[in-house]
């Protein structure tokens, strides 16, 4: 394309503050607008439930809505109309993310620390669970699986489903089959910020939630925050926001396979970020001609080309080098493109997910491998975790003691609480041994 905005640049030729720069995160600059916007969505739809819900729908998506639950019918019919071959894609993926989720389940335990004392830790699925689809210029089965199949085998009681409708006020009957098929039936037209508040907070047709999951916008990123520091508010999955990929190749990797791999991500949105780290020029230079051509066949060039203008090409001096970075960047995505790949993942750990080998496209991952493309991305992935069963329950502990465990034990417990000052803890084991 024409004016495409991306060069090769040498790692070592940087500055330092220009090697920041060149790994930071395309910057929102109407962060603090969006903060003070969201804040009055969500003071908005607590005041005003269903009402103000429909007006934004009716502002952002669809200006005739008149009702924001999809009917049991509409579901069926969008069940028996689809595509045959578009359902056997669908199916074919909720196979492979049932299998891998469903080795997560998780185990009860039961330990006894010492005699007479036995500890347990078990698990509970989350009551209620809201799974918010992104919506608007793309259509995401694909989210509604990954999130709908861990809450499907979780056991999750109560599963809401939203997602912004489309220009005629419905939604795609690819994720109303792919809901359907994790056996959700509670399902909204409604988006952005004031979907996630409704799920939180609740209306007078959607009860409120435990947990709020899926990635989106940054007004969508910015409300689940803003619920999840709120304490009549609700839990959150984590942050996941703007695609981004970072591939680690070196001269064994194929550009035109990279360069799909790069453009797989920017065109989910002008805010995502990609990047190429090598230490090969003859491969970042065949990459950046490769991803001209390819991206000027792409239904989204416009979207990738921005996308572009905030990536990188950065030819480094080892393959060590281009591991320092990568885990300083700590991607969403992490594709490694070189000669005995597997061996480099002990030293990859901060990544949402990692892509190995030259025949594993990352966008195996955002529909049918089997692991789950919710991921954490700006950099979360330093101390988050890719989105997982687990999230899907919680954990608690409990512990049962007999006269002879509170016995040995009573000594240390007593001791510790004297030395806290805390005498009443210290009283609740002496009363009982007195009572012998």
Not at 31 to 52: E, F, L, P
Not at 59 to 78: G, N
Not at 389 to 409: H, M, P, W
Request: with cysteine; proline share 5%; glycine share 6%.
């Amino acid at each position: 394309m024409q004016g495409l905005n991306i060069k090769v640049e040498r790692w070592a030729d940087l500055s330092a503050d220009e090697k920041e720069q060149r790994l930071s995160r395309p910057r929102q600059a109407t962060a603090t607008n969006t903060q003070q916007t969201v804040q009055k969505i969500i003071a908005d739809i607590r005041d005003n439930g269903d009402s103000a819900l429909l007006n934004y729908t009716r502002q952002f998506d669809y200006p005739e809505a008149t009702s924001l639950r999809v009917s049991q019918q509409r579901i069926e019919q969008a069940v028996n109309r689809l595509d045959k071959k578009v359902a056997e894609a669908i199916d074919t993926a909720y196979g492979t993310i049932r299998r891998f989720h469903q080795a997560q389940v998780p185990e009860n335990l039961a330990v006894k620390t010492i005699k007479g004392v036995q500890c347990e830790l078990r698990y509970a699925p989350l009551d209620a669970v809201g799974l918010y689809i992104p919506g608007g210029s793309a259509t995401l089965p694909s989210t509604a699986l990954m999130l709908g199949v861990p809450a499907q085998l979780a056991g999750c009681q109560r599963v809401v489903l939203v997602s912004p409708p489309d220009k005629s006020g419905d939604l795609p009957d690819a994720l109303l089959y792919a809901a359907n098929r994790c056996g959700i039936t509670e399902i909204y037209t409604c988006g952005g910020a004031q979907a996630v508040a409704a799920l939180a907070y609740g209306t007078e047709s959607i009860a409120p939630v435990d947990k709020v999951f899926g990635p989106g916008n940054s007004f969508v990123t910015e409300a689940k925050q803003q619920v999840s520091n709120d304490a009549s508010g609700c839990a959150i999955d984590l942050p996941a926001g703007p695609s981004e990929l970072l591939v680690i190749g070196d001269d064994t990797a194929n550009p035109a396979y990279i360069a799909a791999d790069l453009l797989s991500q920017a065109e989910h949105g002008p805010d995502s970020q990609v990047i190429l780290v090598t230490p090969s020029s003859t491969l970042a230079d065949r990459v950046k001609q490769a991803l001209i051509e390819q991206c000027q066949q792409l239904q989204r060039a416009d979207i990738a080309a921005q996308a572009l203008a905030e990536s990188r090409l950065l030819v480094v001096e080892t393959i060590d080098e281009a591991i320092t970075i990568s885990e300083q960047y700590a991607p969403e995505h992490l594709s490694i493109q070189t000669d005995n790949a597997r061996s480099l993942l002990p030293k990859l750990t901060r990544a949402g997910s990692v892509f190995v080998g030259h025949y594993t496209p990352e966008s195996g991952g955002d529909y049918a491998t089997g692991t789950n493309h919710v991921l954490p991305t700006y950099g979360y992935a330093r101390n988050y975790s890719s989105l997982g069963l687990l999230d899907f329950y919680r954990r608690y502990t409990v512990q049962e003691v007999s006269y002879e465990g509170l016995a040995t034990l009573s000594e240390a417990i007593t001791t510790l609480a004297n030395v806290e000052g805390l005498d009443a803890h210290a009283k609740a084991v002496t009363i009982r041994m007195e009572d012998q």
